[in-house]
């Protein structure tokens, strides 16, 4: 693959035109100009007469690395009339997430070994872009376990009451999890917060904090990080974007904007931008949490869809002065590489895997609800404008999606060095 006349942002926060030769799924070059005849006689040598290559003119929109989301519930197995991998996969590639981790809280709940294996043979050849797992924290102690299994992002523990089963409130099973793992993503709300921070420092592992939601919880955060724990925060595109006023707008969206952590005041959104721009807070994550319309409406039920307009949304943010397209970048595919360890992702550079999306910043739109490809058929953000419009994404030089359009379900299970 040949890609022409990309915008990129430079390592120096300048922007560029580049093109960017792909071969094996691999980035080879990065130059300001490689003529088609030249990539085809470097890709493919002596056989040039039987190369058709695939060429992509951007004619100067961005290119920007895939976001790599590490907090997504893809509810298979046990949950798939909400989602599957496929369907969720769909949502990924539409909204140029070219890599996702899921959360553990399934049907059965990925806690043993066993339920891990399984749920990798449900995911094998079924999801457009690539993935990887989290291994969940239980509160029947599970510690053995987690010493046991292979290539996850972290052990998730749950220390606020969620969807699912899986609170951890012993501090005795709390603390052996702890010492057990590399790293700790935990859903931590209020104190909790504070109480996660401590068991790392004690334990000496790396804590990611998901879902931070309000001031005070910055605070915790700054502070941690100032007294040298390996900590990391995390925030959501619908805590920045919306909050209790959004929620109180009419009856339908009383029900279907409950989450956990519940939205907060328009004060810790404005605290929860400035935190991710001065690099307080580290990455993005959606909490990709679907459920039926029907189920919304219904009953309380916590958890709304997100991977599909993550990214547009968070354009939004740099269309208005929040955020920088560099920054937006480090917080959305390069340092959710770094934190977690995925090998060859977040960056355009050579060598790395050709995860791309191309955007359309001139094309902005409204999110609709019929036009939600997500299983749940709905999106938190209906009615508001995106920043821009994901056009193509590219996972390991394969085009997956582009213009409404999805082919090639190439997706595969990433490594973790971490």
């Known amino acids: 693959m040949l890609i022409k006349n990309a ?7 300048e922007e560029g035109l580049r093109d960017i030769l792909v071969s094996k799924g691999k980035i080879t070059e990065i130059s300001q100009e490689i003529g088609i005849e030249d990539a085809i006689k470097k890709i493919f040598r002596n056989d040039t007469h039987l190369v058709k290559m695939e060429y992509l003119d951007l004619e100067g929109r961005y290119l920007i690395p895939g976001v790599i989301d590490v907090h997504v519930h893809m509810r298979d197995p046990g ?5 599957s991998v496929t369907t969720g996969s769909m949502s990924c590639a539409k909204g140029g997430v070219t890599t996702f981790v899921d959360m553990p809280n399934t049907i059965p709940a990925t806690i043993t070994e066993e339920a891990l294996e399984e749920k990798r043979e449900i995911f094998n050849n079924k999801s457009y872009v690539d993935y990887g797992f989290h291994f969940g924290g239980s509160g029947d102690n599970n510690s053995q376990e987690i010493k046991k299994v292979k290539n996850v992002a972290s052990t998730k523990v749950f220390l606020n009451i969620s969807t699912g089963k899986m609170m951890v409130e012993s501090d005795e099973i709390l603390n052996e999890i702890f010492s057990s793992s590399k790293i700790v993503s935990v859903h931590a709300e209020e104190e909790m917060v504070k109480k996660a921070i401590s068991l790392s420092r004690k334990n000496g592992n790396r804590l990611y904090l998901c879902h931070l939601s309000l001031r005070e919880e910055i605070g915790e955060l700054i502070k941690a990080k100032s007294e040298g724990v390996k900590v990391y925060g995390e925030v959501t595109p619908h805590h920045l974007f919306l909050n209790t006023n959004h929620r109180d707008e009419n009856e339908e969206s009383k029900k279907l904007l409950i989450m956990k952590p519940d939205l907060k005041s328009s004060d810790d959104n404005r605290s ?24 919304k409406m219904e009953k309380t039920t916590f958890g709304i869809p997100g991977v599909e307009h993550s990214l547009e949304m968070m354009l939004r943010g740099v269309k208005d002065g929040k955020i920088s397209m560099k920054r937006l970048i480090e917080v959305m595919s390069g340092n959710p590489a770094k934190i977690f360890g995925i090998n060859n ?26 036009e939600v490809v997500s299983k749940c058929g709905w999106s938190p953000y209906e009615g508001m404008k995106t920043g821009g419009t994901v056009v193509t994404t590219i996972v390991r030089g394969e085009i997956v999606y582009k213009s409404g359009n999805f082919k090639n379900k190439i997706g595969r299970e990433v490594e973790f060095n971490g």
């Open 7 to 13: 915008r990129l942002v430079l390592d120096n926060g």
């Open 79 to 83: 949950l798939t009339h909400k989602e």
């Open 272 to 295: 929860l931008w400035e935190a991710l721009r001065n690099g307080t807070i580290d990455t993005v994550g959606t909490d990709h949490a679907p459920h039926l319309l029907s189920e």
């Open 345 to 370: 992702k977040g960056k355009i550079k050579v060598g790395y895997d050709a995860d791309f999306v191309e955007l359309d910043m001139d094309l902005e739109r409204i999110i609709k609800r019929e």
